[in-house]
């Protein structure tokens, strides 16, 4: 069984910063890419970020510049580091990773279960 577990979220003020972790477990071959997620209430999961096994990003436009993504690939963990955060910012975030993972070494995408992050004006 794979298993994403997330920690980092809270409350901040507005302008703050966090920093979430999700560390990946279980019978893993292999990670491809991984990535983090967010949904607000009323609105649809978005992508914030991502990084491939090779460590190139990709962000939402609303977070260049303020939100860095990392991973560190011996402890099949990958980081987000928030910083100038608005309230807009709030949301539950889900980690993701396509893992290759078993005797099959079947690929499938994990979730985590969500971490909640709060931003007050």
């Known amino acids: ?16 910063s966090l920093r979430l972790s999700c560390a990946a477990s279980g019978s893993i071959f292999s990670i491809n890419a991984m990535g983090w997620y967010r949904q607000a209430p009323g609105k649809q999961r978005e992508l914030v970020a991502a990084v491939t096994s090779g460590s190139n990003t990709n962000y939402a436009d609303s977070v260049k510049g303020r939100f860095t993504i990392s991973r560190d690939n011996a402890k099949n963990t990958v980081y987000l580091q928030m910083n100038s955060l608005k309230p807009e910012d709030t949301a539950v975030y889900y980690c993701n990773a396509e893992i290759e993972s078993g005797y099959a070494r079947a690929v499938f995408r994990y979730w985590g279960q969500g971490t909640q992050v709060t931003v007050s004006s």
Do not use: C, P, R
């Not at 069984?1 to 703050?16: C, F, P, R």
């Open 1 to 16: 069984q794979v298993q994403l577990v997330e920690s980092g979220g809270g409350l901040v003020q507005a302008g703050g």
